[in-house]
């Protein structure tokens, strides 16, 4: 709570009404209330599947509930941490909190330069009591020995003589506790602007990388499979490097469980530079200068070689979706410039020719289009052949990895191979019914690669780590008080009273308090 | 190795199973604990005075007259139940480190093992908080509940076979995030004994005689369960913290190219964190009263256990590796 700002000499309606709404937004109350509705608030972003977690399952919610998910669409259920009303909240807790220990930080500056106090008139109302009947040593050395004693436990100390021949002596301690306090809810302050500047001034990209030196890719929006830019990066900021995949490794358990993953690529990070050889893993991204390269998945792209009926071939290297755990993928082929009459020079649009496949590395020996390992032991790819419109002319934006189901319906592209799909070995070809050719020469692994800058990432860890530091000793610490008052006694030595108080709830304070009593009585001892 | 594991998770929870069932006898024969008689006196006091009838010699008898004998055996019984946690403790250390030498690695590879892991050092904890505090041997029945009810439940619907680790948990991060959430799991879980207990007991200081506030009547002093559940939660919150929201954050980084990516994991661990900072503020806020502030330490142990099982086996994410027969 902040100190209560003097009353204004005239009451106003405007102002009182602001300054008790920013009374009550700082308060401790609604900083709780805040807090449970922002833990309230996360909630459906984990039940309702998030466009920014994973696109291809909001797209399944919206054929699984049509009416539902336009509804929900709109009150933000699928970008929960992106609405407006889940900022609103902790945006105001953020302002509750600068509410709360700005005032906080000011009080604190202010009892760090503070003497402690001087000593309560009766200590022996406080929580902790003793007296040391009998010193020898006069009162002003006896408090000497007090202090000593105090500030070789790091309390921070102060002697006073009073007028009536007594001395006192205040300590306290535990200052550290609301200094982790402060740093605590600074560093979350932190966390939040560094998140946010991250989110303005970062990007990432998706792409799916092929091996081999004519499949390499240069760090552009264009390039990307799936990119989003921070509001304030424009694409021309992206920085130039360019990457291919000389190499994939995957090894597996007997069982099919992957062991490990590894790629080597190489790297050019100047135009017309040279090529360098990297080396990456799963939890090793590749840092480069401006962005850090990380392997999320891998898998294996079909290269085809068709023949069409004039005998022009052409070679596509096309990668195949993984869709179960052992990678049968699937994917599809598609030639739509192919049986052009070199005559004529002129596209049939009607005999342009598309495959959709299965791979699968490992052939179920009982049949079936299935994998039953991931690794390539004994490959085969199942092909089913259309001719016809592909459809790409029309210039939707169709998938890569599957044909366009609307001109199949449409009777546009028309199937054109039996019914039971084409299979195929490495090094085998397939001739159609119109005399073209098919070939699946062969497969390359590809790697999906997430490229990422985050220019905050740092200050977010930075906040992080002090704001912990922070939190412990703000849990650890215990700000108490401590008295002495020495009296001189009649005839020599000197009568001595202590008290304590905890002004935090520490259990071991007594025990804190006795041992300090004791150490200040000294060797010499007195009666307690 | 790994049958021989299996074998000692049976044998572990039935050992759990007999301490509950001796602190229970304990519970419901024995005399109360030092506390709770203490605590108890006043309460009489007032009820007698109900009837101005000076208290004879011959009330004190009765009250005092049965009690060695009563307090005798429900000391043995205790002392019984306590060597069955130790002896439980010992076949639970022995279940996770066998689970270990037959998977050739850190045995948290797996929801399975993970909650195998937390309940164990549940356990520790107990029996340190035991072997510091003997006071407090009377919420033995009911950490010995939570335990064998954790166990029972790992055992019935996340049990996997040993298994490699995914290539994913292939990294030295994975003993730092897994294990400090472990821990501060495992002290979470015993942190919500004493606070459930604090309710019951200042229910049943209120004058609350139904069904769970009646186990109040036994329960170590209301203050005491109080500051026993602070303690705890304030150990473990900055361990969850470094697990949960440090040491996490940068193996996500390295291993899925973003610190934070609200993946369903992540959501529960960040409502976890919130709610147990509530109750760390809650408490810290005079104005706040203890038993709202430990309601609030129970509602952030209900999260945790939702991030266990509800997230393992409802949700699919990026931390799914994690999930039950996987």
């Known amino acids: 709570m902040p100190a209560a700002p003097p009353p204004p000499r005239k009451p ?12 009550q937004l700082t308060s401790m109350r609604t900083a709780l209330v805040l807090l449970f509705l922002l833990a309230v608030a996360a909630i459906p972003g984990s039940v309702l599947p998030q466009r920014a977690v994973s696109p291809e399952k909001v797209t399944a919610y919206y054929t699984q509930h049509p009416d539902l998910a336009p509804k929900l669409e709109q009150i933000g259920g699928f970008a929960v941490y992106a609405s407006p009303w889940f900022a609103a909240i902790y945006l105001l807790l953020f302002t509750s909190l600068v509410g709360c220990v700005v005032p906080r930080l000011r009080d604190h500056f202010r009892a760090l330069r503070t003497v402690p106090p001087d000593a309560p008139k009766r200590l022996e109302r406080l929580p902790q009591h003793a007296v040391v009947e009998e010193r020898a040593d006069d009162p002003a050395e006896a408090a000497q020995a007090a202090a000593s004693e105090l500030r070789k436990r790091r309390f921070r100390t102060r002697v006073r003589e009073q007028g009536d021949g ?14 982790g306090n402060l740093f605590f809810h600074f560093a979350l302050l932190t966390v939040l602007v560094g998140v946010g500047f991250g989110h303005w001034y970062g990007w990432h990209g998706n792409r799916i990388l092929v091996e081999g030196n004519d499949q390499g ?59 360098k050889a990297r080396h990456f893993t799963v939890n090793n991204p ?7 390269v990380h392997l999320l998945g891998h898998g294996y792209a ?52 598309g495959f959709e496949g299965v791979f699968v590395p490992t052939v179920d020996p009982a049949g079936g289009a299935t994998s039953v390992f991931p690794a390539e032991n004994n490959p085969a790819l199942f092909l089913t052949a259309y001719r016809g419109d592909l459809g790409v002319e029309v210039g939707n934006p169709g998938s890569v ?110 025990e804190e308090f006795g041992q300090i009593v004791g150490a200040a009585r000294g060797p010499d001892g007195g009666t307690p | 190795m790994a049958e021989l594991s299996n074998q000692l998770m049976a044998v572990t929870v039935l050992s759990y199973l007999a301490a509950m069932v001796l602190y229970a006898a304990e519970y419901a024969f024995g005399n109360k604990s030092h506390i709770g008689r203490a605590a108890q006196r006043p309460a009489r006091q007032l009820v007698g005075s109900g009837a101005p009838v000076p208290p004879s010699a011959d009330d004190v008898e009765v009250e005092e007259a049965p009690a060695p004998a009563v307090r005798d055996r429900g000391v043995l019984l205790g002392r019984i139940a306590v060597g069955f946690n130790w002896l439980a403790f010992a076949l639970h250390l022995g279940t996770v480190v066998t689970r270990g030498i037959a998977a050739d690695r850190m045995p948290w590879g797996n929801m399975y093992e993970f909650t195998l892991t937390v309940t164990l050092v549940g356990s520790a904890v107990w029996l340190g908080v035991l072997t510091r505090k003997p006071e407090l041997r009377h919420l033995g029945l009911f950490a010995a509940l939570a335990l064998v009810m954790l166990l029972g439940a790992d055992g019935l619907i996340a049990y996997a076979p040993v298994g490699p680790l995914v290539p994913a948990l292939n990294s030295y991060w994975f003993i730092i995030h897994v294990s400090t959430i472990i821990l501060a799991s495992g002290i979470f879980l015993i ?19 139904r069904f769970p506030y009646s186990l109040g009547a036994k329960v170590p002093e209301a203050a005491l369960l109080e500051r026993l ?34 993946d369903p994991k992540e959501v529960w661990a960040f409502i976890s964190w919130i709610v147990y900072a509530s109750y760390l503020h809650a408490r810290a806020t005079p104005s706040v009263k203890r038993t709202v502030a430990t309601w609030i330490a129970i509602l952030g142990f209900a999260t945790m256990l939702m991030n266990l099982f509800g997230v393992n086996l409802f949700f699919s994410g990026l931390h799914s590796y994690a999930n039950a027969g996987g």
């Open chain 1, 217 to 275: 890719f240069c760090n552009s929006v264009t390039q990307y499979d799936e990119s989003s830019l921070g509001p304030r990066v424009d694409a021309a900021d992206l920085p130039f490097f360019c990457l291919r995949l000389t190499d994939f490794q995957a090894a597996y358990q007997t069982t099919g469980q992957p062991k490990s993953f590894d790629a080597d690529v190489e790297v050019q990070t100047k135009q017309d530079g040279p090529w």
């Open chain 1, 286 to 292: 590749l840092r480069l200068s401006q962005a850090n």
């Open chain 1, 166 to 179: 007594s001395w006192t002596v205040s300590a306290e301690k535990g200052y550290l506790k609301e200094t």
């Open chain 1, 12 to 23: 106003n309606f405007a102002w009182s009404l602001l300054r008790n709404s920013w009374r």
């Open chain 1, 401 to 510: 990895y599957s044909l366009d189901q609307g001109q199949i319906a449409n009777g546009e592209l028309k199937k054109v191979s039996g019914d039971r799909p084409q299979r195929l070995t490495p090094g085998q070809s397939w001739t159609l019914d119109d005399g073209t050719k098919v070939e699946f020469l062969a497969t390359r692994p590809f790697a999906t690669l997430a490229v990422r800058y985050d220019p905050t990432a740092t200050l977010v860890l930075a906040g992080a780590v002090v704001g912990l530091l922070g939190l412990m000793l703000s849990l650890g610490g215990h700000r108490r008080r401590l008295w002495f008052r020495i009296s001189p006694r009649d005839g020599s030595g000197s009568l001595m009273e202590a008290g304590g108080l905890p002004r935090t709830d520490y259990p071991g304070f007594a």
């Open chain 1, 302 to 353: 079909v290269e085809l070689r068709y023949t069409d009926r004039f005998g022009a071939q052409q070679t596509k290297v096309v990668p195949f979706l993984p869709t179960d755990g052992l990678f049968t993928s699937s994917g599809v082929g598609s030639f739509p410039d192919v049986n052009i009459d070199p005559k004529t020079n002129k596209r049939d649009v009607n005999l342009q020719v």
């Open chain 2, 191 to 209: 942190g919500a004994v004493p606070a459930a207990m604090f309710l019951v007991r200042a229910g049943y200081d209120e004058g609350k005689r």
């Open chain 2, 229 to 262: 559940t602070f303690r705890l939660h304030a150990f473990a919150f900055p361990l969850f913290t470094f697990g949960a929201l440090i040491a996490g954050p940068i193996w996500a980084e390295a291993s899925w190219g973003r610190y934070w990516g609200w």
